[in-house]
């Protein structure tokens, strides 16, 4: 950590730093995109990946707090950029540095309204054009007049804004056109069968080529970072199950996680197990959901049944354990909410038995097949520079041959102790995205084998004080969720509510990559592609 | 559940008592009778998933809960072939002009299914700045299924719930959504459309 800050010390004398488990870097906007060009490329530094931009409302000055990685070194930094300018903020952007800056910055730009001075696409990214405000302000005017349910069709447009900052540092504002002049834009979605929910592409195609994708969100929006600002930190934990449905476990996890490390409250190791169980469990059940819709969506329409039913027998499980069959809310800080069901192991090590099986059935079923085969191989391919830049994590970036499990580079809870190998592919197609899952939901199934006798006794939840405060300061952990990497940033001002919770999930970088990943291609391997992306709606827009 | 449960429905109840207040042709009675069985026992859903409710509708739909028992298996993708909406997820503000032009493009006779919280009434998301509180304020709704999400067996019970409703209501003559529609539309005006 040392070095790193001397680099950054040497060559930004202006830079003040903060430690911490992440080393915190404060710096001017006017030097910013040096320091992210200096991060990135680097040597010493490579810092390549970026996780996130949490956007910030300190009341007294607005900025963005920025999480990178070296994916060489495995090391984090966090660098916080502010403005004090409060009625027309701007920051520098760098969405030339990394090709998912560009959406991040919108986002912010939709929650805080900070401009991004030279990003190409300064738009709105979940909310309309006609929205009146920033809802993620602290000064946001949150009743339903400022914003009614509008009964008319959304304005639509077909440009978009660029700022630029000219020499005596005005800002300028451009329109630019989306798509050329003369494109033949089609309209696929939000109601679609084939987006995977309310996903909305528009389309520039030549015949049947695929020119330029605008991935257009917001049609699942619900402004979940602004509600959990409201509530206690118990309260904010179930809407976790409801961004990625699939990975409800592993998305709890990694909340209670933060909650418990800023409260410092240590959880019986019989918890961890029963966390990590669960965790494994939604991760094969996802993977299933994942292989029979996807195979759905190639027209094998039978793979969806058999997928599905290794899956009801997972959710019988949680059922009896959780007593639900989705939105489980089980994680709770401190633990679980209830002890396991009495048949719990025996369960477990019936569905052990019948996965091989299943995983068998399934590659003599689709993935020799010669259609599969045609429409996969080759199709859509990510490589490894490509992915990190565009933050693509999950099995999906591990296709492309990037190490990116959070389960071992950041290990938490029992991961380290367990013997597990991380899928990695090289191929960066469909198809590789395709066989990473089949291979995780095998190694997530040995995971479980470890554990399933060895289930300690002990409490499942310790005892914690009812009324929960965070000292003040902030923190941000991930996960390993079944479609990558799930990030939360909490901040708290000392009192029972989030000052900030910013989720950062992995589905945001997987639907903002389909517009290069498709280019050039013929439509309909926008299906295949998509499908593999296996990008969930909800957990996009949050 | 008890039998006696299941049939206790009041709205039902009231369907059946017009229906007998008002009478009907022996010929045109059972015409209605006939073709009322045939639509009651083969309504077909559009695909409509926005969010988690959506998942165990495809639940639904798979082996274990096997919807084509009851004829409800063709899930269609274009509103023009499809007898109802089952309003599966949270609808937000940018989605709500959409819906209500699904809506629109239904063939009459139309139904909505409202399923789970969200769309009974915003749900969890009560407090959002950009959620539909209930989708009754875009589009009127036949059968409310609350649940976070409904357990499939619910989905189903609110299914036959809607068959039911269908199995009681005056065919010729009567279904005639159109007239409702129009006083929806009449109590809900869009500005600059006119219908
Ligand atoms: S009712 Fe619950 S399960 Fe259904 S869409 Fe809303 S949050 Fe999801």
Known sequence: MADTQEIIAKLFPQATFEEGDILTVEIPDSQWHDLAETLRDNGELSFDFLMTIVGMDWVEKMGCIYYL????????????????????????????????????????????????????DMRRLFLSIDWKGYPLRKDYDASPETNPVPEDNERQSDFTQVYTRDADGKIECKEERIFAENDFVVNIGPQHPATHGVLRFRTAVDGETIKKIDVYMGYIHRGIEKICENLTYPQTLHFMDRLDYFSA?????????????????????????????????????????????????????????????????????MDKTCGARMTFNYECIGGVMQDLAPDFVEDVKALLKIIPQNLKEYDKLFTGNVITKNRMEGVGVLGREEAISWGVTGPSGRASGWACDVRKTTPYSIYPELDFEEVIRHEGDSMARFKVRM??????????????????????????????????????????????????????????????????????PAAAVVDSLTRGDKIADLITIGGSLDYIVPDIDR | MPYEAWKDNEYIESLVKELQDNGANVVVGSFDKLINWGRSNSIWPLTFATSCCGIEFVSLGAARYDMARFGWEVARSSPRQADFIMVAGTIVHRMAPVLRRLYDQLAEPKYVIACGACAVSGGP???????????????????YLPGCPPRPEAMIYAIMQLSRKIKVEKFFGGVNRQEKQEEFLKNHPIPGVED
């Open chain 2, 125 to 143: 998301f009560k407090k959002s700045y950009h959620v539909v509180m209930g989708v009754d304020k875009i589009i009127p709704v036949d059968v």
């Open chain 1, 249 to 317: 476990h592993p998305y709890h996890h990694c909340l209670c996680m933060t909650i418990e490390e800023a409260a410092g409250i240590e959880i019986s190791r019989r918890a961890q197990v029963i966390r990590v169980m669960m965790d494994e469990l939604s991760r094969i059940a996802s993977h299933c959901l994942f292989i029979g819709t996807f195979c759905m969506d190639l027209g094998a329409t039978t793979m969806l049944f058999y997928a599905l039913r290794v899956r009801e027998q997972i959710l019988d499980i």
């Open chain 1, 439 to 508: 291979g995780e939901i095998e190694q997530s199934a040995r995971i479980l084998e470890q554990l399933v006798d060895n289930i300690p006794e002990g409490e499942y939840c310790v005892k914690v004080p009812k009324v929960i405060k965070l000292p003040v300061g902030h923190w941000f952990r991930t996960v390993e969720g079944c479609r990558g990497t799930f990030g939360v940033y909490l901040e708290s001002d000392g009192t029972v509510n989030p000052y900030r919770l910013k989720l950062a999930t992995p589905s945001l």
């Open chain 1, 69 to 120: 990685t070296s994916t060489k070194y495995n090391k984090r930094i966090a660098v916080k950029v502010a403005t004090e300018d409060r009625v027309n903020p701007a920051l520098t952007s760098i969405a030339d540095l990394w090709h998912i800056a560009g959406i991040y910055e919108r986002e912010v730009y939709d929650f805080f309204g900070i401009i991004f001075i030279n990003n190409p």
